[in-house]
């Protein structure tokens, strides 16, 4: 059994890879299931599916820390704390469906791991010579969503101009981009703080998606003497120690 799950969680075979996209569909399913149903009262159906979304994500936890040499040092990273968030949030409706939202620091893990990074040169042409916009993109991305949630969650009870996930949504890119049309607020001290957040943060990513998508493009080929790993796309020879490269390329019509 082992076995079986460490290579479904860390090899790069075909049914690992498989396992590894489904995990990553899964999530985003997740996180478009509980944006969908901010819009409608808790039904009894949109509890049971929290519940069993949570038994899922309790399941793979769980797994994780079996095939974990050292389990305990799972409770040292952030990614784990999310999860444990995660996992409270859908089986016990009564605190909040909104931290549901913190499940898309889980693909961010994903899309980081070398196993799957390496798959996606593979199997998506171009893929290489995008990956830093992609990754910059993402980091964007996660940060947006993780956010929405967070505001929603401390805020839907307090302020009545956060109705919804769309209304926090509206509210996070606003402040990221410092347009702030000033009709939605945040309440308190706290949501002062998380304002900040939002606008120190956010303009940080967002920036740092600015520079990647403007610069020369570079690809990722590690030179086998020196380690140097961003390249110019037509490179044949390592520009910190000569050493003849190959850059794997798709050619010219």
Avoid at 36 to 54: C, H
Avoid at 99 to 119: D, E, N, P, V
Avoid at 200 to 228: I, M, Y
Wanted: charged share 20%; proline share 4%; hydrophobic share 50%.
């Amino acid at each position: 059994m082992l076995p079986i799950l460490r290579e479904l969680y860390e090899d790069d075979t075909p049914r690992a890879v498989r396992f590894r996209y489904g995990l990553i569909f899964f999530d985003l399913a997740t996180i478009l299931f509980v944006i969908v149903t901010s819009f409608f009262p808790a039904y009894g159906w949109i509890e049971l599916v929290d519940f069993a979304l949570g038994l899922v994500i309790l399941t793979d936890f769980t797994l994780r820390a079996i095939i974990d040499p050292q389990p305990i040092r799972q409770f040292t990273r952030f990614a784990t704390w999310a999860d444990i968030a995660a996992i409270a949030s859908f089986l016990a409706p009564i605190t909040g469906e909104a931290f549901g939202f913190l499940r898309i620091l889980r693909t961010l893990r994903l899309l980081h791991s070398y196993q799957l990074l390496r798959r996606f040169r593979q199997d998506f042409p171009g893929f290489t010579e995008r990956e830093e916009v992609i990754v910059a993109t993402v980091n964007l991305v996660v940060f947006l969503f993780v956010m929405t949630g967070l505001i929603y969650a401390t805020q839907a009870r307090i302020n009545a101009e956060i109705g919804n996930y769309a209304d926090a949504l509206y509210f996070t890119v606003t402040a990221l981009t410092t347009t702030g049309f000033g009709d939605i607020t945040l309440e308190g001290t706290s949501g002062r703080m998380l304002s900040v957040l939002v606008m120190f943060v956010g303009v940080t990513l967002f920036l740092r998606l600015a520079q990647v998508v403007f610069r020369p493009n570079k690809v990722h080929h590690e030179c086998p003497q020196c380690g140097l790993e961003l390249h110019d796309p037509d490179a044949v020879h390592c520009k910190h120690c000569g050493t003849t490269i190959h850059i794997r390329t798709e050619g010219h019509i």
